[in-house]
Structure formats: C-alpha cells, structure tokens
C-alpha cells in the first residue's frame, strides 16, 4: 500500500478549499474527512454531545473507514483531508506510519467564532487543537523534524507560494493550475455531513486566489466562543511557530 497524504486540520480552517485544490490536481484519489462520519454517526461514535437520539449508521466503525480506506490506496494515491481528534484513539505507529502527514492551522478566534456561530453548544472536543497539537508532537518526535504546518492566512495571502512551498515538504509536484477552478462546486457529492451545508463558500469561488485574511475580534464574541479560544490558543501557537514559508517566485498567480 502507498502511504497516504495526509492533511490534519482544524474546522473552518479553509481545508475543504484545500482539498478542492487537490481533487483538481487529478492525480490522487481524495477522500473528505473519511474518518468523520464514524466519530459523530459510527456504532462505536466518540462525539461528546450523542443523546439517544442522535443519528447512527449500524455497521460504521472505526475498522471498516480504516479497511475501506486501506483497500483504495492499494489501487491509487490517497489524499484525506480530516480531524485529529477522530482518529485520537487508534494512533498507533502502526497505523501513523501508514501516512504521509501534514497539517493546515488557523487563528482560533476565528475557528472558535465560526464553528460557535453554527453550532452554539460546539463541546471543546470538536475543535480539535489539543488532539492536532498531540499528533503534530508525537510525529515530529518521532521523526526528529516537524511535519509540514500551513496556516489558513498565510495560504489566503499567497496560495501559490504556500502550495508550492508544501508540495515541496510531502515530495510531490507543484501543479499551479490546480488553485483554479469553475464555480459551482458539488460539495454535497462527497460531503457526508448534511449535504454540505458548511461549505457553501466553496461553491460560488473560483479558486486559491490571493486575498486579505480579514480579523476577528474575539472579545466581542459570545462567552462560550471566547472560553473555547482561550483554552486552544496555546495549541495554535505552538503549532504557529512552525509554519511554512512561501516558496521563492511562486507568489503570485500565473
């Protein structure tokens, strides 16, 4: 089996756009959050806020998103785009050795405000900074560098640059074609969360174009949001101080 690319996010952290990029290149087969649907709807789900009436899919674990995942790699390079804190149970060296990883963060104050705003009671599990600043240490201790990290802002600013400069990190060719797209993205084909609501951006751009990333400021956000920022800005941080630079003369659209 090929190992698997690998991005490690965080939610509303620009990755579906990412990943989009991605399904554009035409040379990996890409799989959005496969891991996701069993954490929230598994038999065996880990989603803190399950009530008994919560939607569940007899027959999804764990092993079978594994098993399945492994069996498409066999055929064909892989490309997911998913949580840490789904997989924060089963990372094993067996199974972490199976990936190529690399991981996309950004500013928590604006996580934390987006996700909230959806989702008012969002539970501190679903953000997920501890769990990727947990698998971004044990990969970077294990082989004695850090992985590389993209931060959703500075990929807004110069996505040629960034793209380049993490192609480059995970040893695959740079295609700057691929950040151009038609809009009317189908997000709804391969999102299995309600239809691909959150991504309705997504559908009307056009591409990784370079923008200004905007700022959220947090102390006028509800209590619950600025609570959830405080307790993920340390992981944000940590991770922040290993970002990607752009690289050289590739920062701009061709």
């Known amino acids: 089996m090929q190992k698997i690319l690998a991005l ?10 990412f990943e989009w990029m991605m399904r554009q290149r035409g040379d ?6 496969p891991f996701g649907e069993w954490w929230y709807e598994g038999e065996d789900a880990r989603w803190p806020r399950l009530t008994p009436d ?3 899919k007899p027959g999804l674990t764990f092993d079978t998103v594994w098993q ?4 498409t790699a066999a ?3 892989c490309f997911i785009k998913d949580f840490p804190h789904y997989i924060e149970a089963h990372q094993t060296d067996a199974f972490l050795s199976n990936f190529t990883h690399s991981f996309l963060i950004r500013d928590p104050a604006k996580v ?3 996700v909230q705003k959806r989702w008012p009671d969002v539970h501190l599990k679903e953000l997920g900074f501890a769990e990727q600043r947990a698998l971004f240490d044990r ?3 294990r082989d004695g560098a850090p992985p590389p990290v993209i931060d959703s802002d500075d990929l807004l600013r110069d996505p040629h640059g960034l793209v380049a400069a993490w192609c480059n990190a995970v040893n695959i060719p740079f295609l700057p074609q691929a950040l151009r797209w038609e809009p009317g993205a189908d997000t709804g084909s391969y999102s299995w969360y309600d239809g691909g609501s959150w991504h309705d951006k997504l559908k009307n751009s056009t591409g990784l174009t370079p923008q200004e990333p905007g700022y959220t400021d947090i102390e006028t956000a509800p209590d619950h949001a600025r609570w959830l920022y405080e307790q993920v800005r ?3 941080q940590h991770l922040c101080h290993h970002r990607l630079s752009p690289a050289p003369n590739q920062g701009s659209n061709p």
């Open 75 to 77: 055929q064909t390079p």
């Open 54 to 56: 919560s939607p569940r």
């Open 8 to 17: 490690w996010a965080v939610p509303r952290s620009t990755s579906t756009a």
């Open 139 to 141: 990969i970077a201790d």
């Open 68 to 71: 399945r995942l492994q069996t």
């Open 112 to 114: 934390c405000t987006s």
């Open 234 to 236: 340390p992981h944000y």
């Open 28 to 33: 990996f087969h890409c799989l959005h959050e």
